[in-house]
């Protein structure tokens, strides 16, 4: 079945405290990509990687970080993590090469920061 | 720069009403596609439809319709009949090759609640 798998799911964090929220997808897309969605703003992209070891800012970057270093994972890195991040997180994924590609997101990690 | 712009913020509807979720996108590109998600309150993004810029037939499936009109740079949502578990968010979203990768946008949603 294919799938995006984000983890956590739930978190509840405090100002300053590292977290990572996981993404794996098993489909071998090439493209990858977060999201967050805040109210009265809809999805917002963060970051995008077109490849492994291939990453870029996407429109909301700043307090985010990510790697690729295998094509299957993803990871959202909060290095210091502020209120304002508090969000709901969306992982995505797609093959690359067409502007019609179906995009699958994972479920979606309800983020606090307090 | 591409742009979705989703006017209704909230709409409430009696059971059984018809409604339209509007949505107007802008692009520079000649080739692009749109589509819409519904967000149940559970919180995940469940893909309605994708339509491709060259394809203005509208289409329906089931209580859905939509519309999509290259003239007025809008691709609309109806639900006809509606009903209590269409309660959500939509969004509607449009994408762009760019680059060599798709670039996607997102218009801000649109609240439906269907009252019983």
Same mark, same amino acid.
């Given at each position: ?6 983890? @956590? ?17 098993? !489909?071998?897309?090439?493209? !990858? ?8 703003? &809809? ?6 990687? !077109? ?23 993803? @990871? ?6 502020? @209120? ?23 479920? &979606? ?6 | ?8 913020t ?19 590109d ?9 967000? @149940? ?42 009903q ?9 979203a ?23």
């Amino acid at each position: 079945e294919a799938q995006v798998t984000q983890n @956590p799911r739930y978190l509840i964090t405090v100002t300053g405290k590292k977290l990572t929220v996981t993404c794996s997808q098993n !489909m071998n897309h090439e493209y !990858m990509s977060w999201y967050r969605q805040d109210p009265g703003l &809809g999805l917002r992209q963060i970051y995008y990687s !077109m490849n492994v070891e291939v990453t870029d800012k996407g429109d909301v970057p700043e307090g985010y970080k990510v790697s690729r270093k295998e094509k299957r994972n993803f @990871p959202l890195i909060l290095e210091s993590p502020s @209120p304002n991040q508090t969000s709901l997180y969306f992982c995505a994924s797609s093959d690359r090469d067409s502007a019609g590609n179906t995009i699958y997101f994972g479920e &979606g990690s309800w983020l606090t920061v307090v | 720069a591409q742009k979705v712009t989703q006017a209704q913020t909230e709409i409430s509807v009696v059971e059984k009403e018809d409604v339209t979720l509007d949505c107007v996108y802008e692009t520079r590109d000649t080739t692009y596609y749109l589509f819409w998600y519904k967000q @149940p309150p559970s919180g995940e993004l469940v893909f309605l439809i994708r339509r491709n810029s060259f394809d203005e037939q509208n289409e329906i499936s089931g209580r859905y319709s939509w519309n999509f009109q290259k003239s007025t740079s809008s691709f609309n949502f109806t639900i006809t009949a509606s009903q209590v578990v269409d309660s959500a968010v939509y969004f509607c979203a449009l994408s762009e090759a760019s680059g060599g990768y798709q670039k996607v946008t997102f218009g801000i949603g649109t609240k439906l609640q269907v009252i019983p």
